[in-house]
């Protein structure tokens, strides 16, 4: 098969996977997931990137990931998912994806945590925090790439 014939059968292909992409119910459950994961992961994401909400801002939070292993360039991509896929899950624009990328962001988060355990430092009392938050928003995430992004999406009106 020529390489033409390849990219030809590429671009035909785009529009079935966009397609599945996007495609949704009318799910109040997935709407309801999407927007719980959204209001949870945008403050988190605000802290990284613009420094609300007491956060260390882009220069701290890159400086922060790096100096743990994470490469520059992912570490930009992730603190930029963390801001901008909750605004895109709000919307219910490509809520499979931006669900996926925050899914990935909270898996490895979460290796970054198993030092402390399981649980959250409610009291204070531990040496940090533990990885049940993760695993919640990761459970949602899940669900979000499942079942899209449900009722009142834009997915829902391009599918």
Do not use: C
Not at 6 to 23: D, E, I, N, Q, Y
Not at 73 to 86: D, S, V
């Amino acid at each position: 098969m020529s390489a033409a014939a390849t990219t030809a059968g590429a671009v035909s292909a785009a529009p079935a996977l966009l397609a599945r992409l996007v495609k949704t119910e009318d799910d109040r459950v997935a709407f309801a997931l999407r927007i719980v994961l959204a209001a949870v992961m945008f403050p988190h994401g605000a802290q990284h990137l613009a420094g609300w909400f007491g956060g260390f801002g882009y220069a701290g939070t890159h400086g922060w990931m790096v100096s743990i292993g994470i490469p520059g360039p992912l570490a930009t991509l992730a603190i930029a998912t963390e801001f901008f896929a909750p605004l895109a899950l709000l919307a219910g624009v490509g809520g499979r994806i931006a669900a996926a990328g925050l899914g990935a962001i909270l898996l490895v988060a979460a290796t970054t945590h198993a030092q402390h355990g399981f649980f959250m430092n409610w009291l204070g009392s531990q040496a940090g925090e533990g990885w049940e938050y993760h695993a919640l928003g990761l459970a949602i995430a899940a669900a979000v790439v499942a079942r899209g992004s449900g009722a009142w999406s834009v997915d829902r009106r391009l599918g």
